[in-house]
C-alpha cells in the first residue's frame, strides 16, 4: 500500500485513539479519581495541564480515562446501526414485494427526520444512561443503513452471477447470504467507519444533556457538561474534552476516507 498523506494520517489517528482508549484508563486511573482539595477548580498548571475540577481532580487524567467508554458506546451504537440495517434493508429481498413496499415506505418515513432527534426521543424513552443513549443512536442510525443496503444490494442484484443463480434455483435467503451481502460488505464497512464518529459526536451530546452516562460515571459529554459550568474559573476544563470530541471524530473520518481510497484503488 503506497504511503499517502492520507494513510500516514489515517495510521496517526489510528495509534493515538488506540492509545487513549487502551491505555488512557491505566495510566491516569488513580489521577482520575484523586481529591485534591487544596486544588480545586485550578486553571492549567504543570502538574495539572489542563487543570482541575470542583473536586480538585485532574481534568486530562479524567478525560484519558473516559476515551474508553466514549469511544466503546459510540462503537456499540454504530454495531447496532449496521446490524439493524442490513436486516431491514434486506427483508424485501427475503420477504417478497409488497413487504418491501412496506419497509421501504417506513424507511422513507424515517430517514425524513434528522437522525439526532431521532436519537433525543428514543433517548427519553428508553431512559438516562450510556447504554440506553448507544441503543437510541444505534436504532436511529438504522434507517440510514438500511436504505444504504438496499442501494448497495439493487446495483448487485443485475450482475450475472446473481442471474446465474436465479437460473440454478437458488432461493431468496442463500441468494441473499451467499452472493449478495458478501459484495456489498466493503461500503457497508467504509460508511460504518465514517458513521462511528457521528456516533460518537452524538453519544456526546446526549451525555451533554444529561441523557447519557449518569455521575459518578462519565464520559467526554458529561466531563464538557461539567467544564461549561466554570468555564470563568477554568476554561480547559471544558477545553479538554471537547478537543477530545472533535479529534475522535476527525480520527474516524479520516480513517473512513483512507478505506474508502483504498477500496476505489
Not at 482539595?37 to 473536586?55: E, R, V, W
Not at 466514549?70 to 429481498?93: D, E
Not at 464520559?219 to 470530541?245: H, Q
Request: no cysteine.
Amino acid at each position: 500500500m503506497r504511503r499517502t498523506p492520507l494513510a500516514v494520517a489515517a495510521a496517526v489517528a489510528l495509534a493515538l485513539l488506540l492509545f487513549a482508549v487502551v491505555l488512557g484508563p491505566v495510566i491516569w486511573a488513580d489521577d482520575a479519581l484523586k481529591i485534591d482539595t487544596m486544588a480545586i477548580t485550578q486553571g492549567a498548571s504543570a502538574a495539572h495541564p489542563m487543570g482541575t475540577d470542583g473536586l480538585g481532580r485532574d481534568v486530562l487524567a479524567r478525560v484519558m480515562v473516559a476515551s474508553r467508554l466514549t469511544v466503546g458506546l459510540a462503537l456499540l451504537a454504530t454495531l447496532i446501526a449496521v446490524a439493524g440495517g442490513l436486516v431491514l434493508g434486506a427483508l424485501p429481498a427475503v420477504l417478497g414485494r409488497r413487504v418491501g413496499r412496506l419497509v421501504n415506505g417506513l424507511i422513507g418515513l424515517v430517514v425524513a427526520f434528522p437522525g439526532l432527534l431521532i436519537a433525543l426521543v428514543l433517548a427519553v424513552v428508553l431512559g438516562s444512561g450510556g447504554r440506553s443513549a448507544a441503543f437510541a443512536i444505534g436504532l436511529a442510525s438504522v434507517p440510514a443503513f438500511a436504505r444504504l443496503t438496499q442501494t448497495l444490494a439493487a446495483s448487485v442484484a443485475g450482475r450475472d452471477f446473481v442471474a446465474a443463480a436465479k437460473v440454478l434455483g437458488v432461493g431468496r435467503t442463500r441468494m441473499l447470504v451467499r452472493h449478495i451481502l458478501p459484495n456489498i460488505a466493503e461500503p457497508l464497512i467504509v460508511q460504518a467507519t465514517l458513521g462511528a464518529g457521528g456516533a460518537l459526536l452524538a453519544f456526546a451530546a446526549l451525555s451533554f444533556l444529561g441523557l447519557g452516562v449518569q455521575a459518578p460515571g462519565y464520559d467526554w459529554g458529561l466531563l464538557l457538561n461539567e467544564g461549561l459550568n466554570r468555564i470563568y474559573l477554568n476554561p480547559s476544563a471544558a477545553l479538554a474534552p471537547g478537543i477530545a470530541v472533535v479529534l475522535a471524530g476527525v480520527a474516524f473520518n479520516i480513517l473512513g476516507e483512507f478505506a474508502a481510497q483504498s477500496r476505489r484503488e
